[in-house]
C-alpha cells in the first residue's frame, strides 16, 4: 500500500487516518470493543488540550512510562501532534537511570503508570510541572497555573463529545515540520550507558510509509501487541504502522506472560502479530519439539525431512488454532530467528517475516519479501534508504553494515562526541553489526563487530552464530560463546524442566545429577563441532547456573559473563 502525505509528520499521518478511516476501530484491551478512529481524534485532541493548559508547547519533553495500554498511544500520539517531544522510558530501566534520562532530557512533565511512581523519589518536584497517572488521565499539577486556565482549555474539548469536535473548537498548535524532533529514545545497550536517540517526525514517517509498502497490512487487520510500545520497534511497526491503514490494534493488560497471551490470542483473534524471536522460539522448544521427541518412533521420522515437514505441518495448524485461527502472519524483530525455528515455520504453511534495524533508523531498515522470505536472512532495504558493506572482507564479503536516507537519526542527545564517532563520511550511519548481502540483495547478519573473536589463524569467529547452534540443543535455554586462553567455551543456561522430565534430574544426588549434566554437555558439545569448521570449534560447554542478566530490552549483557583481554 502506498501512503501518501502532505508533510511526513506524525500529525499529517493521524489526519489521514481520521479523515480516511474514522468509522473503523482503533486500539483497547483485549476483550473490549475498540473506540473508533474518531473517538481517538478526539481523546488525543483533548490530552493535547490538557498538555497545552500545562504549559506545555513546542520542542518540550514529555516522558511516558508504563506497560502497553490505549492511554500510552492516546499520550503519544497527543505529545508529538501539537510538537513537543516524546521520551517512552522502558520500565525495566532501574530507578537511578530513570531519574537520569528525566534530567538529561529536562523533561517537564511524565505520563506515568502508579507502580512505577517510586522511580520519580528523589527527583526534584520542581523538575516536573505535572505527573499523569497513565491509567485514568488524572494530573497531579507541581506548577501554578493562571486561575481557571485550565479548567477553561479543557472546556473546548467537551462539546460535541458525541459528534465529534468541531473545527472552529480546536486549539490551534505550532505548525509542526518534519524535521522538527518528535521523539527521544533512550536505548539500552549491552555494554554501556544509555544514549538519547534523536528522531525527527521525517525519521518516523517516512520508516512508517516505506515499510507499510512492504507489510502485506490492510485496515482489517487486527494486530496484537506483544513488544513494549517504548521500544522503537512497537512504537513503529506495531503502532503507527497499523494506525497509518486504519488498522485496530490490542493490548493486554499487564506483562504478556505466556497464559495471558493465550487468553488474549482467543479474545481479539488477531491476524498480525508483531514479535520478537524469542516468543516462537519459547512456543517451539516448549510445546512442539516435546511433543515430537517424546515418543521414540515419531523423533526417529523426525530426522528425515519428509516426515518433518508432515509433522511440522500438523503441529502448525494446531498451533494456528490455539492462537485463534485467524493469523495471517508474523512479524519478527530485535533479533535473529534460530534456523531451526524458521525451518518449523515454512514446513508448517505459517507466514512470517523478519526484519533488521536499530533505534537510530526509526527503526526499520530490511523485510524479508513477504512470500519470499529468505530464510537466514533478513531481507531486503525499505525503500528510499541506501544500505552497503564497509571495507567488506575480500573473501567473504562480510564487513560493517552501514546506512544512510531519511529514517537515520540526526543523533545523540546531548552527546555529539558519541555522534560523530557513529557516523562516517557522506552521511552514512555505522550499525555495529557485521554482515553481507547476497547476489539477490538480501542481508544476512554474521554478529557484533564489537563481538567477533579473532581465530588460530585470524579467522573471524562469530559467537551468535555459534549460539544460535547452541540453542537448537533441547537442553540449552541461553547461552554466551567466548574465547579465553585461544580457546573458544560456552557458557549455558540448561533447560532443567526438560532435564527433570527426560532424566529424573531432581531425583539424583549432587554426584549423580553432576555427571548427568556433564555427559549432557560433553554429548551437545560433539553435536555442535560436527556443524562447525575447524577453527571454531567449541572447546568446552560449561553450566551457568542462573539466567544471565539483560537489558531492558531482553539482550544479554555480555561484558558481565566475559573476561577482559582474555
Known sequence: MIVELEKATIKCLLERTFEKYGSLPSIAFAG????????LKQQVQETAGALAARGIQKGDRVAIMGENCPNWVVAYLAITSMGAVAVPILT??????????????EVKGIFIEPKQRQKLEGLDDAALG??????????????KHRPGLIEKTLALFKRGRQRGIPEETQLRFPEVEPEDL???????????????????????????????????????????STIPLAHTFEATGGCLCPIAIGASIHYMRGLPTPQKLLA?????RPTAVLTVPLVIDKIFRKKILPQIQGKLVVNRLYRLPFFRRKLHKVAGRKLIKSFGDKLRFFMFGGASLNEDVEVFLRDAGISYSTGYGMTETAPIMTINPFGKVKVGSCGKPIPGIEMRIHEPDA???????????????????????????????????????????????????KGRSKNVIIGPSGENIYPEAVEQLVLQEPYFQEAVVYAEAHKLLVKAYLDYDVLDREFARSQLNDAEARQLTENILEQARQRINAQLPAFSQISRILEHPEPFEKTPTNKVKRYLYITPGK
Not at 416 to 422: G, L, Q, T, Y
Open 92 to 105: 525495566g530501566f532501574p530507578d537511578t537511570d530513570t531519574r537520569h534520562i528525566l534530567r538529561s532530557a
Open 395 to 445: 573473501q567473504t564479503g562480510v564487513g560493517e553494515i552501514t546506512v544512510r536516507g531519511p529514517i537515520v537519526m540526526s543523533g545523540y542527545y546531548k552527546n555529539p562526541d558519541a555522534s560523530r564517532e557513529i557516523f562516517l563520511n557522506g552521511g552514512w550511519l555505522r550499525t555495529g553489526d557485521l554482515g553481507y548481502f547476497d547476489a539477490e540483495g538480501y542481508l544476512f547478519i
Open 130 to 143: 505535572f505527573v499523569c497517572d497513565l491509567e485514568d488521565f488524572t494530573y497531579e499539577d507541581r506548577l
Open 32 to 39: 473490549e470493543p475498540p473506540c473508533v478512529y474518531l473517538q
Open 264 to 268: 488474549a490470542m482467543e479474545a481479539v
Open 182 to 224: 518528535a521523539v527521544i529514545i533512550y536505548t539500552s545497550g549491552t555494554t554501556g550507558h544509555s544514549k538519547g536517540v534523536m528522531l525527527s517526525h521525517r525519521n518516523i514517517v517516512v520508516d512508517v510509509v516505506s515499510s507499510i509498502e512492504r507489510f502485506p497490512i490492510v485496515s482489517d487487520d487486527r494486530f496484537l
